[in-house]
Structures are given as C-alpha cells and as structure tokens.
C-alpha cells in the first residue's frame, strides 16, 4: 500500500513528466498498432496478388482445359511464325 501512496505522491508532485510519460506511451502504442495494421495489409495485398496474377506454385485444373490450354498456345505460336515469315 505505501508503494501506491508513493506513485501517486510522484505523480502529483512531477505533473508535467507524468502527463509527458502518459502521452510518450499512448504515441508509442497508437504507432505500434498503426504500424501492426499497415504490415499485415500489404501482406494480405502480396498474397491477393499473387492469387490474383496465378503465380502459385501449382493451379489446380481439369486436364482437358490443360490440353484447351496448350493447344490455344501452340496454334498462337503457329499463327505467329506464318506471321514472322511473310512480313
């Protein structure tokens, strides 16, 4: 109890350091949040984007839009060979 009586004695006789002390950790925990919030939104933003953009390290998929896939390519890739040659 005379611990107590102590800090409150401190705290009424140094006002202007404990309100200073007081809004040091209120700054300091409001910044900490902010910060804590920021660093987990561009992590979420890094992970939708990497979803988004398909750069995952496997994709899931039917086998016949695999075969829909590679076939659009390879007739693109032909298509711009006769295109290269002509010209």
Do not use: P
């Not at 910044?31 to 979803?51: K, N």
């Not at 496997?58 to 390879?74: E, F, G, N, S, W």
């Amino acid at each position: 109890m005379t611990t107590f009586k102590i800090a409150a004695r401190n705290l009424v006789r140094n006002r202007q350091r404990a309100v200073a002390a007081f809004f040091i950790v209120i700054v300091g925990s409001t910044s900490l949040i902010l910060a804590d919030g920021f660093i987990q939104w561009v992590l979420w933003a890094m992970r939708e984007s990497a979803i988004q953009s398909q750069l995952g390290h496997i994709q899931v998929m039917q086998r016949i839009l695999l075969a829909m896939c590679y076939q659009k390519t390879r007739l693109n890739a032909k298509k711009l060979n006769l295109y290269l040659m002509s010209n």
